[in-house]
């Protein structure tokens, strides 16, 4: 059973990953109404079962984390390791590399980590003594357009009533840009997200829509 999707960049090659410690790559081809025929393009495997998988912009490499908790970005055809990502201490869940592909995110038991394709350096998203104990980082979206950053939702206790959306940058510290969200999406350019809230108050049953200054 496959246990891990990803598309690439152009819609074109569409991975997946499966419990019997296969990684394969299929070609999506068009039937002139937008969708098509699915083939296998190549496979490779003695890997462990993947847990999440994430295409770089050309499509030429594939971020793959396994359930082993490593996290390798491989050569999308022959499954060649290109580079180690260290620092790990437990399954990743999501994973992906920014639309410029020097940095990628993932996430894991301890939370959300973004890593230089380059040094290896990573930090961890994010480490505020402001912030209570019991909070989840929850991925909203994928890396933004411009690849400065992407969208989460933080949820103190797992409460949708005490909880925020965030910008995490690249290279930046996350900024807060509004309270409340069950539910979150990124427009395409990045330009707007949308969220969700809802709750006892009017103002929590709404859909906000907001640029990334939160204006």
Same mark, same amino acid.
């Not at 499509?59 to 490593?70: E, S």
């Given at each position: 059973?496959a246990?891990a999707l990803?598309?690439?960049? +152009? =819609?074109?090659? @569409? &991975?997946s990953?499966?419990? $019997?410690? !296969?990684a394969? #790559?299929?070609?999506?081809?068009?039937?002139g109404?937008?969708?098509?025929?699915?083939?296998?393009?190549?496979?490779?495997s003695?890997?462990r079962?993947?847990?999440?998988?994430?295409y770089?912009p +050309? =499509?030429?490499? @594939? &971020?793959v984390?396994?359930? $082993?908790? !490593?996290?390798? #970005?491989r050569d999308?055809?022959?499954?060649?390791?290109?580079v180690?990502?260290n620092?790990h201490?437990?399954?990743?869940?999501?994973?992906?590399?920014?639309?410029d592909?020097?940095f990628?995110?993932?996430?894991?038991?301890?939370?959300?980590?973004?890593?230089s394709?380059?040094?290896g350096?990573?930090?961890?998203?994010?480490?505020?003594?402001?912030l209570?104990?019991?909070?989840t980082?929850?991925?909203?979206?994928?890396?933004?357009?411009?690849?400065?950053?992407?969208?989460?939702?933080?949820?103190?206790?797992?409460?949708?009533?005490r909880?925020s959306?965030?910008?995490?940058?690249?290279?930046?510290?996350?900024r807060?840009?509004?309270?409340?969200?069950?539910?979150?999406c990124v427009?395409?350019?990045?330009?707007?997200i949308?969220?969700?809230?809802?709750?006892?108050?009017?103002d929590?049953?709404?859909?906000w829509?907001?640029?990334?200054r939160?204006?």
């Amino acid at each position: 059973a496959a246990l891990a999707l990803a598309f690439s960049r +152009d =819609g074109k090659q @569409l &991975a997946s990953g499966s419990a $019997d410690k !296969t990684a394969k #790559v299929w070609s999506v081809g068009d039937d002139g109404r937008g969708r098509g025929p699915i083939t296998l393009k190549t496979s490779w495997s003695g890997i462990r079962p993947i847990s999440a998988l994430g295409y770089a912009p +050309d =499509g030429d490499a @594939l &971020a793959v984390a396994t359930r $082993d908790n !490593t996290l390798h #970005v491989r050569d999308a055809q022959t499954g060649d390791v290109l580079v180690v990502m260290n620092g790990h201490k437990s399954t990743v869940s999501w994973v992906a590399i920014s639309p410029d592909g020097r940095f990628v995110a993932y996430s894991d038991g301890r939370g959300i980590h973004v890593q230089s394709m380059a040094t290896g350096e990573a930090r961890m998203v994010p480490d505020s003594a402001n912030l209570p104990n019991d909070v989840t980082w929850d991925l909203a979206s994928g890396w933004l357009a411009d690849g400065s950053g992407f969208v989460v939702n933080l949820l103190p206790g797992n409460d949708i009533a005490r909880s925020s959306v965030w910008l995490v940058g690249a290279s930046e510290p996350p900024r807060k840009i509004r309270d409340h969200a069950r539910a979150l999406c990124v427009s395409p350019d990045g330009s707007w997200i949308a969220s969700a809230a809802e709750g006892s108050r009017s103002d929590y049953r709404s859909i906000w829509l907001v640029d990334q200054r939160g204006q």
